[in-house]
């Protein structure tokens, strides 16, 4: 069974930084498209960024904020969230699946969600 465990969320001010961590266990995450979404008050989830051994991808509106990155030795993938703005306010969720894709639906293990909140 495969669990997704995040953490590192919290209350920033704008222009402030977040570290989040999302550990994995029941699957290695080398073999896998690792990604983070996040679900804002009254909106869809939404794709923020995802990290494979081909490559990272990121939403347009992160771009050059935030960085993914791995550990494989640990099992953990991080999400470092710098000049967080007050629209970054959403709970973000780490997600696993088998195809490098931005689609949520195609990613089939799932974890509980950390409320990021940036004020401003």
């Known amino acids: 069974q495969v669990q997704l465990v995040e953490s590192g969320g919290g209350l920033v001010q704008a222009g402030g930084s977040l570290r989040l961590s999302c550990a994995a266990s029941g699957r290695t995450i080398s073999g896998y498209t690792m990604g983070w979404f996040r679900q804002g008050p009254g909106k869809e989830r939404e794709f923020v960024a995802s990290?494979?051994?081909?490559?990272?991808d990121y939403a347009d509106s992160v771009k050059g904020r935030f960085t993914i990155s791995s550990d494989n030795a640990k099992n953990t993938v991080f999400l470092q969230m710098n000049s967080l703005k007050p629209e970054d306010t959403a709970v973000y969720y780490c997600?696993?699946?088998?195809?490098?894709?931005?689609?949520?639906?195609?990613?089939?293990?799932w974890g509980q969600g950390t409320q990021v909140t940036v004020s401003s």
């Open positions: 997600a696993s699946g088998p195809i490098r894709a931005p689609m949520a639906r195609l990613y089939d293990a």
């Open positions: 990290i494979t051994w081909s490559g990272t």
